[in-house]
């Protein structure tokens, strides 16, 4: 009996193997409708709380506000939940966010540039820092945790010493930058968050949809495989680094925009609300599993939770406890998938 006939060994196994896997697949994912539902049934309890608790909460103006803050800080985390599905990190999020934000001041106030050159070179700024860091983790095999945080060291420097420790305003170089950030092409709505949700579609597609995505998940879910099966893999993780770098390229020109200056020290602390909304949104740290819808609840889940704090006009030192906290519990639930797929 031939090894391919329905009836044989091989066939049997091979079957098994099959319904075997697309019983995992199911159940991943089962497991990744289940904890959006969570991420996003603990988004409508925070609007319910904070709702009730003060009533100027729920007013559009603040809404429009809340999702005005949160623009940047989810473009950072979409950018990352790549970086993060491969089983990486990156810890340059916050003051490469400042470097881009400064170099696109040089560009359209220093130099006099027009503004969309000023755009794309912030934006270029960002993918090579990501080249940069892609390069370490994959041809110097630095930990990602060290390479990204000499680079976070990096860029703080060089956006205090290519600034000259002083904001770079935009009011008299180019009196409509602001406007990128701040102006409404549709009425009631901020251009940033509207940049923010293209910007999330796209991810999505990129994710879902291409042979990026397909190579970020095989990366984060087994490297060694992925390379053995004839995946370049460390081409392709570098793309995933530059990637990220473009959106925190596109996260400097916004709040640069937002602030209608480049205030070289803005980015202190973003990459850990940025990689807190990642882990949120049900990304886990080991790699191999993410969404991005999932990435832009967690960024709405601290945008929300950081407002409402402030609305309630607690203390800011409380403000950073209670957002500790709430990561801490994010990692922690992170820490339970992880043990179940062991």
């Known amino acids: 009996m031939s090894s391919s006939e329905p009836g044989s060994t091989t066939s049997i196994v091979q079957i098994a193997v099959d319904e075997n896997t697309d019983r995992r697949s199911a159940r991943d994912f089962m497991k990744k409708q289940v904890q959006q539902s969570l991420a996003f049934g603990t988004l409508i309890a925070l609007f319910v709380f904070f709702s009730l608790a003060n009533p100027n909460f729920l007013t559009w103006s603040n809404i429009s506000g809340v999702l005005l803050a949160t623009a940047v800080i989810a473009v950072l985390a ?6 993060i599905i491969t089983g990486g990190i990156d810890l340059s999020l916050g003051t490469g966010m400042a470097l881009c934000s400064v170099m696109t001041g040089v560009f359209i106030t220093n130099l006099g540039m027009p503004i969309a050159v000023g755009v794309v070179g ?3 700024t960002g993918v090579l820092m990501g080249l940069i860091n892609g390069l370490n983790v994959t041809f110097l095999r630095l930990p990602p945790f060290i390479a990204t945080l000499a680079m976070m060291m990096i860029a703080g420097g060089l956006a205090l010493v290519i600034s000259g420790v002083a904001p770079i305003y935009f009011s008299s ?3 409509t930058f602001k406007l990128l950030a701040t102006g409404t092409l549709i009425p009631g709505l901020p251009n940033a ?9 796209l991810a999505y597609l990129v994710l879902n949809r291409s042979l990026l995505g397909r190579y970020t998940f095989a990366i984060g879910s087994n490297e060694e495989a992925a390379r053995l099966s004839g ?7 570098i793309y995933v680094y530059m990637l990220s770098g473009a ?3 596109v996260a400097g020109v916004l709040i640069a925009a937002r602030l209608d200056s480049a205030q070289p020290q803005i980015g202190q602390g973003y990459e850990l609300q940025a990689i807190a909304a990642v882990i949120i949104g049900g990304t886990s740290l080991l ?3 993410g969404s991005i819808l999932g990435t832009v609840i967690g960024a709405l889940i601290m945008g929300v939770l950081v407002n409402g704090l402030r609305i309630m006009s607690i203390q800011s030192e409380w403000q950073n406890i209670v957002v500790g906290t709430v990561v801490l519990i994010a990692v922690f639930f992170d ?3 992880n043990r179940d797929r062991t």
């Open 287 to 289: 790699g191999g599993r």
């Open 193 to 201: 968050v509207l940049i923010t949700l293209v910007l999330a579609v």
């Open 247 to 249: 959106f925190t390229g």
């Open 122 to 124: 912030g934006v270029l």
């Open 173 to 175: 170089s180019a009196p």
């Open 335 to 337: 820490s339970l998938r």
């Open 78 to 83: 979409v950018g990352t939940t790549f970086v």
């Open 231 to 237: 995946v370049n893999t460390r081409r392709w993780k």
